[in-house]
């Protein structure tokens, strides 16, 4: 019932084909003052309503490694890993790339390739898992219209993350 | 006189080492982590027989009858394996992905009786039980045994191979995988009696950490008709789950059974 209505509510508003949508996600990695410090290993994937995944978006970790040793440690990025990460093969082209620094990070998921190309429009929620080596973990998500180009939305971590926000932004 | 102290003494372990007071002692297997990722990664596993959870207070557990089982059903040895007084301890390597099952399966019988005048405790294999207790004995109790301690590690996805059964004792059947367990979500496992749904079987779920606590924050939960137990996780941590069903009727003529199950599952933030 409820798919039916939203199907019938994109047929009305007869939106383009998703794929000439992007989805612009800003993320905040916070400076942390410790004896330690490592990047935070970070996840961004899509969730739908009943909050299983619709697919990852990226997958930043120690690449770098040699063997893929960074691998290890993918497990600690657990809502992640759970929903979605155990299901892969990583690294994967287009997905898996390094840490980041402290600071305000912007990527942009191209609507004709990645997990968005096959996403059905609709409401979903964009997630960001952050772990950290000596540190601690935290999940931030913020919800979109795929199909739907509008104003971003945020929300902000307590933790390991600072600002998230996601936006549809047409590609035309 | 020296002779029958002797017997008195024996006679004294065989109460301290029957299942009544075994009971008070908890078995378990302990992994140091069961959801892993990587192309090569290991856990370590400690194995004893403690009263506190999960505290190497008691014995070391014997390993003789280890049995780690990879996702594609081969045999895998531990490594690194050491005794300690306390605790054993050894490794797993998981060089393939899916889920592992690590066991310790205990089985054996013995027969307790009385002959000219002494106390006699009779050890061995179940098949041995029937020829164990000499002609003329009195005061004959024979006890088979069945004592199934498990703990899961999953490398990557989790699988369900290693859950295949083998019909005899109490088992289980898990419905949720042992190594999705998250707190705050419900689980649902089914215990198994030789195969069939251990209906109103009750289970000992405890969580690890006891000595931290004045609670011990013990649950016993009732199976229901279809042998099913659902836990709701108060927390993460490491939990011991136990059941136990003692005097079922033995294979061997006149001899009692009594069967065991303990796993030993961790529960994520």
Redesign the interface.
């Known amino acids: 019932m409820r798919s039916f209505s939203l199907a019938a509510v994109f047929a009305g508003l007869a939106v383009p084909a998703a794929w000439a949508d992007d989805l612009t996600v800003t993320f905040e990695v916070p400076r942390l003052r410790t004896a330690e410090y490592h990047a935070p290993y970070v996840a961004i994937w899509i969730e739908r309503a009943d909050q299983t995944s619709a697919g990852t978006l990226a997958v930043l970790y120690d690449v770098a490694a040699p063997?893929?040793?960074g691998?290890?440690?993918?497990?600690d990025l657990?809502t992640w890993?759970?929903k979605a990460?155990?299901?892969m093969t990583l690294p994967a082209d287009g997905l898996s790339g390094a840490t980041r620094p402290p600071g305000r990070h912007t990527m942009t998921f191209d609507g004709a390739r990645s997990a968005l190309r096959t996403l059905p429009p609709g409401a979903y929620t964009l997630a960001v898992e952050a772990a950290r080596e000596l540190g601690g973990r935290e999940v931030v998500r913020a919800p979109f219209m795929w199909g739907a180009p509008g104003a971003a939305a945020t929300a902000t971590g307590a933790s390991e993350l600072g600002v998230v926000s996601v936006v549809v932004a047409s590609s035309r | 006189m020296k002779r029958s102290l002797l017997a008195f003494a024996v006679a004294l372990g065989a109460v301290a080492l029957s299942p009544a007071a075994a009971t008070a002692h908890r078995a378990w297997l302990l992994p140091s982590d069961t959801?892993?990722?990587?192309?090569?990664?290991w856990v370590g596993v400690d194995a004893a027989i403690s009263n506190t959870l999960f505290h190497a207070d008691h014995n070391a557990m014997r390993l003789d009858a280890v049995m780690i089982t990879a996702p594609d059903g081969a045999r895998v040895l531990p490594e690194n394996v050491g005794q300690a007084r306390y605790r054993a301890t050894f490794d797993v390597h998981l060089r393939q992905p899916g889920t592992y099952k690590i066991a310790n399966v205990m089985q054996g019988a013995s027969a307790r009786f009385r002959i000219d005048g002494e106390e006699r405790m009779w050890r061995g294999a179940a098949k041995d039980l029937a020829a164990a207790v000499p002609a003329g004995a009195t005061d004959v109790r024979r006890t088979e045994s069945l004592n199934r301690v498990e703990t899961f590690v999953?490398r990557?996805?989790?699988t369900r191979t290693v859950f295949a059964l083998t019909n005899a004792g109490l088992e289980l059947a898990p419905i949720t995988h042992p190594n999705?367990l998250?707190a705050g979500e419900t689980a649902r496992f089914r215990l198994l009696l030789d195969g069939r749904p251990a209906g109103g079987l009750k289970v000992t779920v405890a969580p690890g950490g006891a000595r931290y606590r004045d609670d011990p924050a013990e649950t016993e939960i009732a199976a229901d008709a279809e042998g099913v137990i659902a836990i709701t996780w108060p927390a993460a941590g490491m939990y011991w789950l136990n059941a136990a069903q003692r005097d079922l009727p033995g294979a061997a003529p006149g001899a009692v059974r009594n069967v065991q199950y303990t796993a030993v599952l961790q529960v994520?933030?």
């Open positions: 063997n893929n040793a691998a290890e440690w993918l497990k657990r890993w759970r990460g155990r299901d | 959801v892993l990722s990587g192309a090569d990664p999953t990557g996805a989790p999705d998250a994520l933030p």
